[in-house]
């Protein structure tokens, strides 16, 4: 019986991530998820002023700093109960998709397709349309989303001054109301991905496609006509499937959102009031109900993580991030293990629609479970109800032309006291937790979505959502794993959010 260890480090994300995976016979027995990079911010916030978060977080990551800050700037208005305004919540949530749909195009069409042009997947029927569309910068779909989607984060910059690193959300609303001409040059940018969408990722029309209602409806639809199959999504979903990624990549059956987008109509309200446009909650694998949403179900482990170790897990108003690197222990990543009602969860636009309830997706996973496949559909099929969600906004916006943009708080500084800010961001639920005293920050933390898929083993020993996606999974050639390319993008990862000293040793690097 053979068994071997390989670590490799997994390109094409945001971020430096390994994985350390012991093979026997071909198959991944053990996985673990190695976060290479230290992260600190929850140091660097400490002592400062509160409002030092809205310029500090956005800088966490260069590709969600719009949902750092409506985390930071939510968890602040919570501790002084500060209300905002329904046109500032509209212009937040316009800012927030707008960013997540420039992530979405890109993961999918910069960093997921790129690997069904491997010389593996020559023989495949569909191979040379694949390398047609999906080759990087030369294949139709990247460069289309290349430049379709680079113009809609301009829409932050109108609101928000610059894009990424803005600090245009204040305690109250922000900073810059919705003038006609924001508006006006905001629908033309969304109206005119809303047709690269369509002519190049669709094939057909948008609204027709989000009314699919089943799996046999997705399906006679890709099939109906020659533009749905020959489309990116087209193409996409047929190479998933010759090649097995609806087989693949499970993990965890449980699943965690937020909530995404606040809503204009209960603005001014503070959790447990607070209400979202889609709907927060956790999916119990074990017994297929959704459950009401409880922060306080949330602990965070460090067992197998390089901090100063503590007993169990810990709320993050209980939490510490202090260094403590051993890299010749059993401890092996920078990441921390969160758990929710002491379960390993995953998060993601796939949570996102089943707790939701969008009927296609999930016909789709009663019909095959949580696959890779089906978490990378699901975040194209995020991108087309944004859009539409996009222009409704708009519309909201310009019906209300003197709507106030913010609610100037009575107190110049916050008060001591705790808050959380709690957001979808791209890659999924996002958390910042304060706490002030003295009218400084005395404890800052971060969860992130990553946090959350790539955590490490937790003190019970339990693998994280990644790693336990990984464990079963047989691999054709140990010196070139596509498979774990596969399966570890389809979460979208994003290192650089989760952790900020690598131990060097040999690598094999995947295939670029």
């Not at 910069?110 to 042009?117: G, I, N, P």
């Not at 010759?242 to 965890?252: C, E, K, P, S």
């Amino acid at each position: 019986m053979s068994r071997r260890t390989i670590q490799i480090d997994l390109n094409r994300v945001e971020g430096d991530l390994d994985f350390q995976l012991e093979l026997e016979n071909g198959k991944i027995v053990d996985a673990r998820c190695i976060g290479s990079l230290y992260r600190g911010f929850e140091q660097i916030l400490v002592d400062r002023n509160p409002k030092d978060a809205l310029v500090i977080t956005p800088r966490i990551c260069g590709i969600c700093g719009t949902a750092q800050l409506n985390a930071a700037v939510l968890a602040l208005e919570q501790v002084g109960r500060i209300p905002v305004p329904p046109a500032a919540v509209r212009i937040r949530n316009l800012c927030l998709m707008a960013e997540t749909v420039q992530s979405d195009l890109r993961q999918s069409f910069l960093f997921f397709t790129a690997d069904f042009c491997h010389p593996k997947y020559r023989h495949k029927p569909l191979y040379e349309k694949a390398r047609a569309a999906f080759l990087p910068f030369k294949g139709w779909a990247h460069c289309g989303a290349l430049e379709y989607s680079r113009h809609i984060v301009e829409i932050i910059a109108l609101f928000g001054g610059q894009w990424p690193h803005s600090s245009y959300m204040l305690p109250g609303g922000v900073t810059t109301p919705a003038s006609q001409r924001h508006i006006i040059d905001s629908l033309s940018i969304v109206n005119k991905l809303t047709r690269g969408f369509e002519q190049m990722v669709l094939g057909g029309d948008l609204e027709t496609w989000l009314a699919l209602q089943s799996a046999d409806d997705f399906f006679a639809w890709l099939t109906a006509k020659g533009s749905h199959a020959d489309s990116a999504i087209g193409l996409f979903t047929q190479m998933s499937r010759d090649i097995g990624l609806h087989r693949v990549g499970f993990g965890t059956p449980h699943m965690l959102s937020y909530g995404a987008y606040d809503d204009p109509d209960a603005a001014g309200t503070f959790p447990p009031q607070h209400q979202r446009l889609f709907k927060a909650g956790f999916l119990n694998g074990d017994t297929g109900i959704i459950e009401a949403f409880e922060q306080a179900e949330i602990t965070e482990h460090v067992r197998y993580s390089w901090f100063q170790p503590y007993a169990g897990g810990r709320h993050p108003f209980q939490g510490q991030t202090i260094p403590d690197y051993q890299p010749h222990s059993d401890r092996y990543t920078w990441c921390k293990a969160p758990r929710y009602k002491n379960k390993v969860v995953q998060t993601g636009p796939l949570a996102d629609a089943l707790i939701n309830g969008e009927a296609l997706i999930c016909s789709l996973y009663q019909a095959e479970g949580g696959n890779a496949w089906l978490r990378q559909f699901a975040r194209l099929h995020r991108t087309a109800r944004l859009l539409l969600k996009m222009r409704e906004t708009l519309h909201q916006l310009a019906a209300h032309p003197n709507a106030p943009h913010i609610i100037n708080p009575p107190e110049k500084d916050i008060p001591d006291g705790e808050g959380f800010g709690l957001v979808t961001a791209a890659r999924g639920a996002l958390g910042h937790w304060v706490q002030i005293t003295d009218g400084v920050i005395s404890r800052y933390q971060v969860v992130t979505p990553t946090a959350w898929n790539a955590s490490p083993k937790d003190s019970e020993g339990r693998h994280g959502h990644w790693e336990s996606s990984l464990l079963g999974l047989a691999v054709d050639d140990p010196e070139d794993l596509v498979e774990i390319g596969h399966i570890i993008r389809s979460h979208d990862p994003c290192l650089v959010c989760t952790v900020h000293v690598l131990d060097t040793g040999k690598r094999t690097t995947l295939w670029l």
